[in-house]
């Protein structure tokens, strides 16, 4: 009995200790990394789906939200266009239509369409089973409302990067995408509660790699992070699920070269998710078509100085403020160059 009791009494001082650590070590990552706060109020990253907070009275663009069956997001019609065709644009993970893109679009003259993929009223309200056939409405909208449609140019970053790169494989009319921060595979939604595929079509699920095969160190070592509140990488989730299923060729987005040209950017410092080596990827399916820019000290975003604050705690995506900043001043210039080639 009496083993028992010290056995249970120093059980007890370990988890006090335990305790008492997780709370210090909190308090130090909060007032060490407190400087990266969460966007604010009047950010449309703050609340994407809050149409009030997306500027909408621009200097030389019409903007008008437009609402369908599955359709939502913003036309951006400049005054003066003087670029070809239509380009739509997708946000990431976090829910926004890429909206500060398209206003840069749009200013320098092209029309656009930026497009919600999840969250408003009349969409699926996570980013889980997705339905790709919902591009049908956005072509039905682009050929009933915008004079020259074509050429047609996707950009999506991120898990939108993931959007794009789906949709090549089922709508010919698509002609150029750019992927920011890109996917190879299609992976799990983002719906923990009812894990599923990201995307589906014509109602059946895509084939999909689970960060559940994540190896369980570094589930191990992210939950810690969550707990001491460290910023969190996702990227040894993403990598190691990817080499943990047996497979993933299978779940590979392009399984056959398409008839697209694809400009590709990541950063080797992605601690979001692998990008860097799914661009590569992308290429190896994809050939000459794919133009693949990697920035081997940028991150996820290219801005910033490498974490980012978030309703579950601080996230590390990588990169520090001179690297981010310099990839981003050579990603807006390829852009501005490849589009002026594509939609002349």
């Given at each position: 009995?009496?083993y028992f009791?010290k056995?249970?009494?120093?059980?007890?001082i370990?988890l006090?200790?335990?305790?008492?650590s997780?709370?210090l070590?909190?308090?130090?990552n909060h007032?060490?990394?407190?400087k990266?706060q969460?966007?604010?109020?009047?950010?449309?990253?703050s609340?994407p789906?809050n149409?009030?907070?997306?500027p909408?009275?621009?200097d030389?663009v019409?903007?008008?939200?437009?609402?369908?069956n599955?359709?939502n997001g913003?036309?951006l019609?400049?005054?003066n266009?003087?670029?070809k065709?239509?380009?739509v644009?997708?946000g990431?993970?976090?829910?926004?239509?890429?909206?500060y893109?398209?206003?840069?679009?749009a200013?320098?003259g092209?029309?656009?369409l930026?497009?919600?993929?999840?969250?408003?009223?009349?969409?699926?309200a996570?980013?889980?089973?997705?339905p790709l056939?919902?591009?049908?409405?956005?072509?039905?909208?682009?050929?009933?409302?915008?004079?020259d449609?074509?050429?047609?140019t996707l950009?999506?970053?991120s898990k939108?990067?993931?959007?794009c790169?789906?949709?090549?494989?089922y709508?010919?009319?698509i002609d150029?995408?750019?992927?920011?921060?890109p996917?190879?595979?299609t992976?799990n939604?983002?719906?923990?509660d009812?894990?599923a595929?990201s995307w589906t079509?014509?109602?059946k699920?895509?084939?999909y790699i689970?960060t559940?095969?994540a190896?369980f160190?570094d589930y191990?070592?992210?939950l810690?992070?969550?707990?001491?509140?460290?910023?969190?990488?996702?990227?040894?989730l993403?990598?190691t699920a990817?080499?943990n299923?047996s497979?993933?060729e299978t779940?590979?987005i392009?399984?056959?070269?398409?008839?697209?040209?694809?400009?590709?950017?990541?950063g080797?410092?992605?601690?979001?998710w692998?990008s860097?080596?799914?661009?590569e990827?992308?290429?190896?399916?994809?050939?000459?078509?794919a133009e693949?820019h990697?920035y081997?000290?940028a991150g996820h975003?290219?801005?910033?100085?490498?974490y980012m604050a978030?309703?579950?705690?601080?996230i590390?995506?990588g990169?520090?403020?001179?690297?981010?900043?310099a990839?981003g001043?050579s990603?807006?210039q390829?852009?501005?160059e490849?589009l002026?080639q594509?939609?002349q």
């Amino acid at each position: 009995m009496k083993y028992f009791l010290k056995c249970l009494k120093g059980l007890v001082i370990l988890l006090i200790l335990i305790i008492v650590s997780v709370f210090l070590l909190r308090a130090y990552n909060h007032f060490s990394y407190s400087k990266y706060q969460q966007a604010e109020d009047n950010s449309i990253y703050s609340d994407p789906q809050n149409l009030d907070l997306y500027p909408t009275d621009l200097d030389g663009v019409d903007v008008k939200h437009i609402e369908g069956n599955y359709l939502n997001g913003f036309h951006l019609k400049p005054s003066n266009k003087t670029k070809k065709g239509v380009i739509v644009t997708f946000g990431g993970s976090e829910g926004s239509p890429a909206y500060y893109e398209a206003v840069s679009f749009a200013k320098g003259g092209y029309e656009v369409l930026a497009l919600f993929s999840f969250g408003m009223p009349n969409q699926k309200a996570r980013l889980s089973k997705i339905p790709l056939d919902f591009f049908d409405e956005v072509l039905d909208y682009i050929h009933q409302n915008i004079a020259d449609t074509t050429p047609l140019t996707l950009y999506g970053g991120s898990k939108g990067a993931e959007l794009c790169l789906n949709l090549v494989n089922y709508y010919p009319e698509i002609d150029h995408i750019i992927l920011m921060a890109p996917s190879a595979y299609t992976f799990n939604g983002l719906d923990y509660d009812n894990l599923a595929s990201s995307w589906t079509y014509r109602g059946k699920e895509l084939p999909y790699i689970s960060t559940m095969q994540a190896g369980f160190t570094d589930y191990i070592g992210f939950l810690i992070g969550m707990a001491t509140g460290a910023p969190t990488s996702y990227e040894p989730l993403y990598r190691t699920a990817i080499e943990n299923t047996s497979d993933a060729e299978t779940k590979k987005i392009l399984q056959k070269t398409v008839d697209v040209d694809m400009l590709i950017f990541a950063g080797g410092q992605d601690r979001m998710w692998p990008s860097a080596l799914m661009a590569e990827t992308i290429k190896e399916t994809q050939g000459e078509r794919a133009e693949v820019h990697i920035y081997d000290e940028a991150g996820h975003i290219f801005a910033g100085d490498g974490y980012m604050a978030s309703d579950y705690g601080f996230i590390a995506v990588g990169g520090d403020e001179k690297t981010n900043a310099a990839a981003g001043e050579s990603y807006r210039q390829i852009i501005k160059e490849r589009l002026e080639q594509w939609h002349q």
